[in-house]
T-cell receptor
Framework: NAGVTQTPKFQVLKTGQSMTLQCAQDMNHNSMYWYRQDPGMGLRLIYYSASEGTTDKGEVPNGYNVSRLNKREFSLRLESAAPSQTSVYFC???????????FGPGTRLTVT | AQSVTQLDSQVPVFEEAPVELRCNYSSSVSVYLFWYVQYPNQGLQLLLKYLSGSTLVKGINGFEAEFNKSQTSFHLRKPSVHISDTAEYFCAVSNPETSGSRLTFGEGTQLTVNP
């Protein structure tokens, strides 16, 4: 039982490049989330998926897209990376009845 | 919409001293409350949660928190800290009626335990 896994762990991009962050969970959770963490700002929700087949914007969705590929996988895409997207990105999953979110180890992204 | 304020960005303490990390929230409706811990270069893990029932909630690693509805607070406490408690702590709130299981996080409190 690996919990929530994220790939890659580290990534450096040039401005304008694109990339996809991958997330998978093996806990049969319905809901999945993408957050970004910046110093002094806590975690901010980018997008979430309440269940397979649905996605919704969170607090800071601009510059990102997501895909809920199936119940296990939820990917985050940066189409044209900007230095302001330099951050640590966390994926999480939860069941709706416990409200407890389980987090992956994070992806540290630097955009130069 | 709900919001969370963690009143201290950094809390330095000595080993075996008690500690309190303060969290206030604002919401016009009933909320669920959480404390998460993040060790360096790791993801977040749940310390404890309040959904309903007793206002004193016990969590892992000897931490506890008290839900105070009149003061809209959910402060985290530990009577005697260890070096290994050094980490960043996040308070979070969820409004199940309007936002389901989505969480709003505070800015975090860095707890540093010194020998």
């Amino acid at each position: 039982n690996a919990g929530v896994t994220q790939t890659p762990k580290f990534q450096v991009l040039k401005t304008g490049q694109s990339m996809t962050l991958q997330c998978a969970q093996d806990m049969n959770h319905n809901s999945m989330y993408w957050y970004r963490q910046d110093p002094g700002m806590g975690l901010r929700l980018i997008y979430y998926s309440a269940s397979e087949g649905t996605t919704d914007k969170g607090e800071v969705p601009n510059g990102y897209n997501v895909s809920r590929l199936n119940k296990r996988e939820f990917s985050l895409r940066l189409e044209s990376a900007a230095p302001s997207q330099t951050s640590v990105y966390f994926c999480a999953s939860s069941t709706w009845w416990t409200y407890e979110q389980y987090f992956g180890p994070g992806t540290r992204l630097t955009v130069t | 919409a709900q919001s969370v304020t963690q009143l201290d960005s950094q809390v330095p303490v000595f080993e075996e001293a008690p500690v309190e990390l303060r969290c206030n929230y604002s919401s016009s409706v009933s909320v669920y409350l959480f404390w998460y811990v993040q060790y360096p270069n790791q993801g977040l893990q749940l310390l404890l949660k309040y959904l309903s029932g007793s206002t004193l909630v016990k969590g892992i690693n000897g931490f506890e928190a008290e839900f105070n509805k009149s003061q809209t607070s959910f402060h985290l406490r530990k009577p005697s800290v260890h070096i290994s408690d050094t980490a960043e702590y996040f308070c979070a709130v969820s409004n199940p009626e309007t936002s389901g299981s989505r969480l709003t996080f505070g800015e975090g409190t860095q707890l540093t335990v010194n020998p």
